[in-house]
């Protein structure tokens, strides 16, 4: 949408009151149905839209749904185990059961690689940018999703697990859903005031 392209205040209204509507959405409130092929596929075009200096294309996005669900969820429990050998049998079946809950999980992760210009930071910027993308694409296509980190993302046995390279940083799990129906209350969204100011000219 730009000016002039004829698109219609009301749908520029809808796309403000969309992105305005967005909240994450614990993985227990998230069932199936997931989203099909194309809706994903959409998704992860929206993300590869983000903002990036010196045309890095840092992004990396590992699909991991059907079977593959149980994979993850068999790492996430392995590996923890070795982290923390006295993880009560609880914390590990909940780590277990997760992954498997959802349809749809999706490492994000960041292909770091240097560039003068372009330090890793501003790499790492501009793949939370996706995420944020892909969490906005998956909410204006009527799903639920939420960012999460935790442990595990910060563990080398599941990056090896996920097949990431040496000069990759994983940078979290965006799990997907049809939103179920008891939800918690959003977040309070918090006001400008405090976030916000203007720079006044001298
Ligand atoms: C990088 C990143 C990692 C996060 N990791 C977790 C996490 O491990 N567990 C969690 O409960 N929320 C985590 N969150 C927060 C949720 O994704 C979400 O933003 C939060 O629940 C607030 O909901 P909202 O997005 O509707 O404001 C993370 C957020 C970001 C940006």
Redesign the pocket.
């Known amino acids: 949408m730009k000016p002039g392209d004829g698109a219609t205040s009301e749908a520029r209204r809808a796309a403000i009151k969309a992105l305005l509507g ?3 959405v614990p993985a227990q409130c998230l069932t199936a149905p997931g989203p099909d092929a194309a809706q994903i596929a959409t998704a992860l075009d929206v993300a590869l839209r983000a903002p990036d200096h010196g045309r890095m294309q840092p992004w990396r996005f590992r699909i991991i749904r059907g079977a593959a669900r149980a994979k993850f969820s068999e790492a996430l429990v392995a590996a923890a185990r070795v982290r923390e050998p006295s993880l009560a049998a609880a914390q590990l079946e909940k780590l277990r059961a997760r992954p498997l809950q959802v349809p749809l999980v999706i490492a994000a992760s960041a292909r770091l690689r240097d560039n003068p210009k372009v330090p890793h930071i501003e790499q790492l910027l501009s793949t939370g940018a996706a995420v944020m993308n892909l969490l906005n694409a998956f909410h204006v296509q009527g799903y639920g999703a ?5 442990p595990s993302v910060y563990d080398p046995a599941i990056a090896a697990a996920l097949g990431l390279g040496g000069d990759e940083q994983l ?2 799990f965006v799990y997907v859903g049809t939103v179920g129906a008891v939800v918690p209350t ?2 309070e969204r918090p006001a400008q005031a405090g976030f916000v100011s203007e720079i006044q000219p001298d």
């Open positions: 967005r909240r994450s939420i960012w999460l980190t935790g940078l979290g959003a977040p």
